[in-house]
């Protein structure tokens, strides 16, 4: 069970590049999301989804789009990327079912790092 | 929108005694999710410890607990009989789950840094 894993785990871009941030998990969660962690300022959402086919906006969406055309992933690109963008950049899915009472929890990828110039 | 504040940017415990770690949210919802999730220098997030509004019981994991006060929206967690592994920084988390279905986003205060002496 491989739980939530990311690509790549470092990378270097210089301003105005694009590039994609890879997801996946295989535990069948519906609910998928991306976090970017800046020193002082702890997770902030970006962008999640709940579903195939439906995504929304977290706190910072601007500069990020995502897509979710099947449960498993659920890539985060960046278009042209800006030194503001430099940030580590989580994963986290789980089992939130709509209208479920329970504890829902979510599972990290282990992060991306990323530096733009 | 929700708020959570942890007052303490960093905490330092001597090994095998007890520390206790402070949260505050800002919610008008009565149905939420708290969390504790600790993150070591490996970067990886694990889940510390979870509390479900409607329950009055604190929840407890092994050596940590947590102080659930819902009038006061405080969310502390205790660890006891600190060991050097418990060394990382803590996040203390808000999850909002109302009626409306899609609101499951994870709101996390900035981190306390734990610091454990030998």
Same mark, same amino acid.
């Given at each position: 069970n491989a739980g939530v894993t990311q690509t790549p785990k470092f990378q270097v871009l210089k301003t105005g590049q694009s590039m994609t941030l890879q997801c996946a998990q295989d535990m069948n969660h519906e609910y998928m999301s991306w976090y970017r962690q800046d020193p002082g300022m702890g997770l902030r959402l970006i962008h999640y989804s709940v579903? #195939?086919?439906? &995504?929304?906006?977290? *706190? /910072?969406?601007?500069? %990020?789009? /995502?897509?979710? +055309? &099947? &449960? *498993?992933?659920?890539?985060?690109? @960046? @278009? +042209? #990327?800006?030194?503001?963008? &430099?940030?580590? %950049?989580?994963?986290? +899915?789980?089992?939130f079912g709509l209208g479920v009472r329970g504890a829902n929890v979510l599972t990290f990828g282990a992060g991306s790092r990323l530096t733009v110039l | 929108a929700q708020t959570v504040t942890q007052s303490q940017p960093e905490m330092s415990v001597q090994e095998a005694e007890t520390v206790t770690l402070s949260c505050t949210y800002d919610t008008s919802e009565s149905d939420y999710y708290l969390f504790w999730y600790k993150q070591p220098p490996s970067r990886q997030m694990i889940l510390v410890i979870r509390q479900e509004a409607y329950k009055q019981q604190n929840a407890t994991e092994n050596r940590f607990s947590v102080n659930f006060q819902k009038a006061a929206k405080s969310f502390s967690l205790k660890i006891s009989d600190s060991q050097l592994g418990d060394a990382a920084m803590y996040f203390c988390a808000y999850q909002t789950q109302n009626s409306g279905g899609s609101n499951y986003k994870l709101t996390f205060g900035k981190g306390t840094l734990l610091t454990v002496n030998p």
């Open positions: 579903g #195939a086919g439906i &995504t929304d906006q977290g *706190e /910072v969406p601007n500069g %990020y789009n /995502v897509s979710r +055309s &099947t &449960t *498993e992933d659920f890539p985060l690109r @960046l @278009l +042209s #990327a800006a030194p503001s963008q &430099t940030s580590v %950049y989580f994963c986290a +899915s789980g089992l | -």
